[in-house]
C-alpha cells in the first residue's frame, strides 16, 4: 500500500487558496488525488502482463471576473505557478454561472474504503483470471480468451473557498473476461464484468465465465431473427445502457440551453407508470457511491422519474445558475449511481412469458441517430430469437430502431430480480423496430 498523502496536502492546498486570492481570484477551489492500481491481464488464456501504477495529480480551479479558468497538474512544485496560470486564462475563458463555492453542508455517511479489498492480491486476482480461462476453455479450446483484473485504492481531498476542507478514501475491484468465437466466416463475441468498491461474494471467476459460457452455448444456433415491432427482452447490462439517452434528456444543462425534450415538463407523465428511476449514491461500496461532488455540495438520494412522472433535473454548480435552478450536487449533471426500482416476477417468468421476441445481449454503434431526443438504432452485436417462452438460438444481421420515450410510455414488464449492485432489473419492452438481412 502506498505512503498516504492526505495530511501532507492540506496544508499546501489551503495556502493555495490564498495564492489565487491574492492573485485577483474572487473564489478558488484545489483537488488533488491519489491513487495506486495493481492489475493482471490475459490474453489468448495465457497471462499477458501484470503491473501496478501509483498515480498524483491536482487540479485549480477560479474564478475572475465572472469567468472560470482551470488548470491541472501532477508536479507538486509547480502548485503556484498552474495557480497563476488559471487566474491568468480566467480572464479570457468561460463565462462562470456562479459567483462564489457553497459552504459545508451535511454529508451522509457512505462506505467507499474497505480494508478487504486491500487483501485482494496480485496473485490471488492471476488465480481467478486463470479460472476463468480455464473454464472457458473447457467449453471450447478454439476459443480466443482475454481475462483481467485490477484493484485500486486511492484517496482525495477538495478545499474551497467557500470553507469545504473534505477528505476522502475509496477502493475498488473489477474482474471480467470476454471471449471471441470464430467458425468460418461466423464470429460471436462475449464477455461480462463485475466491480465493487468492497471484496465480497460478488468477486466470482466461476459465476463470471458461466455467465459467458450460457450466452456461448444460446449461440451455438443460429436463426432467422423476428421482424416489424418486435417485443424485446433486456437484461440489465443492456438496460443500463438503453438508458443513456434518458440521462441526457434530466441533464440540467442540456435542459437550461433547451437541448433536451423534457424541457418544461416536469410533473407531466413521461415514461411508463411501472417505471420509478432514483440516483442513489448513498449506497455502500456501490461503484457510483459518493458523498460529495466536484464544488463542495453534498450528494442526495433523489428520485428522478416517480411512476413514470418527471421529478426532477439534475444539476452542478454552474449549471443550476444558468437554470435559475438550486444545485443538486451531480458532477457533470449526471446521474452517479441510477437505480431502477424492480417489478414482482422474477426473470425467469418474464422471459417464458414471450410468445415470438428479441432477447438482446448486446448493441453495436448504439446512438447513431438524434440520440439526445431519444431517437436510437445500431446492430445487434449479440442476441437471441424467444420462442414460446424459450431462447431457441441467435441472430445475425440484425438491427433495431426507435425512440427511447415512445417505447418506455408503453407497457413495460420489470423482473424482481437485478444485476450484482441491485441497481437495473431485467425488462421487458415493446415498440423497437427490428430488421435483418
Not at 388 to 403: Q, S, Y
Request: charged fraction near 25%; aromatic fraction near 8%; hydrophobic fraction near 35%.
Amino acid at each position: 500500500m502506498y505512503t498516504p498523502m492526505i495530511e501532507v496536502m492540506k496544508d499546501p492546498l489551503q495556502k493555495g487558496l490564498e495564492v489565487a486570492k491574492r492573485l485577483g481570484a474572487t473564489a478558488a477551489k484545489l483537488a488533488f488525488n491519489h491513487a495506486e492500481k495493481t492489475d493482471c491481464r490475459f490474453e489468448a488464456g495465457r497471462l499477458k502482463d501484470t503491473g501496478g501504477r501509483e498515480t498524483l495529480s491536482y487540479s485549480v480551479e477560479v474564478l475572475v471576473g465572472g469567468r472560470k479558468g482551470n488548470t491541472s497538474g501532477n508536479r507538486l512544485e509547480d502548485l503556484d505557478t498552474m495557480i497563476e496560470r488559471a487566474v491568468t486564462l480566467a480572464r479570457v475563458g468561460s463565462v462562470a454561472h456562479f459567483d462564489a463555492y457553497p459552504a459545508p453542508g451535511e454529508l451522509a455517511p457512505v462506505k467507499t474504503y474497505s480494508e478487504q479489498t486491500l487483501t485482494l492480491s496480485r496473485e490471488k486476482m492471476i488465480e481467478g483470471c486463470q479460472e476463468m480461462a480455464d473454464l472457458l476453455k473447457v467449453y471450447n479450446p478454439d476459443l480466443f480468451i482475454e481475462c483481467s483484473a485490477n484493484r485500486m485504492e486511492s484517496e482525495e481531498l477538495l478545499v474551497t473557498s467557500g470553507g469545504v476542507c473534505r477528505a476522502a478514501r475509496r477502493t475498488h475491484w473489477n474482474l471480467g473476461a470476454f471471449v471471441q468465437r470464430t467458425v468460418d466466416t461466423d464470429m460471436l463475441f462475449a464477455g461480462y464484468s463485475r466491480g465493487w468498491s468492497d471484496l465480497n461474494a460478488f468477486y466470482d471467476p466461476r459465476g463470471i465465465a458461466e455467465k459467458i459460457i450460457t450466452d456461448l452455448r444460446r449461440g451455438e444456433t443460429i436463426v432467422d431473427s423476428p421482424k416489424g415491432k418486435v417485443v424485446t427482452y433486456l437484461p440489465p447490462e443492456t438496460l443500463a445502457r438503453m438508458f443513456w439517452p434518458l440521462f441526457m434528456g434530466t441533464n440540467g444543462r442540456n435542459v437550461a440551453k433547451g437541448d433536451s425534450p423534457l424541457a418544461g415538463r416536469l410533473g407531466e407523465q413521461v415514461l411508463a407508470s411501472s417505471l420509478t428511476i432514483l440516483d442513489d449514491p448513498h449506497q455502500d461500496y456501490a461503484s457510483g457511491a459518493r458523498v460529495i461532488d466536484d464544488n463542495g455540495i453534498p450528494t442526495r438520494k433523489q428520485t428522478i422519474f416517480e411512476r413514470g412522472v418527471l421529478e426532477r433535473f439534475l444539476y452542478d454548480l454552474d449549471s443550476a445558475g444558468l437554470a435559475q435552478a438550486e444545485p443538486t450536487g451531480n458532477n457533470g449533471c449526471n446521474p452517479y449511481s441510477p437505480r431502477v426500482l424492480p417489478g414482482d416476477k422474477p426473470s425467469t417468468e418474464l422471459l417464458t412469458e414471450i410468445q415470438d421476441g428479441l432477447y438482446l445481449r448486446d448493441v453495436i454503434g448504439f446512438g447513431q441517430s438524434n440520440i439526445i431526443n431519444g431517437d436510437f438504432s445500431g446492430n445487434v452485436g449479440l442476441g437471441y430469437r424467444i420462442k414460446k417462452g424459450e431462447i431457441i438460438g441467435r441472430v445475425k444481421n440484425t438491427m433495431i430502431a426507435g425512440n427511447l420515450y415512445e417505447i418506455l410510455r408503453q407497457n413495460i414488464l420489470l423482473s424482481s430480480d437485478t444485476e450484482h449492485e441491485g441497481r437495473y432489473p431485467h425488462v421487458v419492452i415493446e415498440g423497437v423496430s427490428v430488421s435483418a438481412g
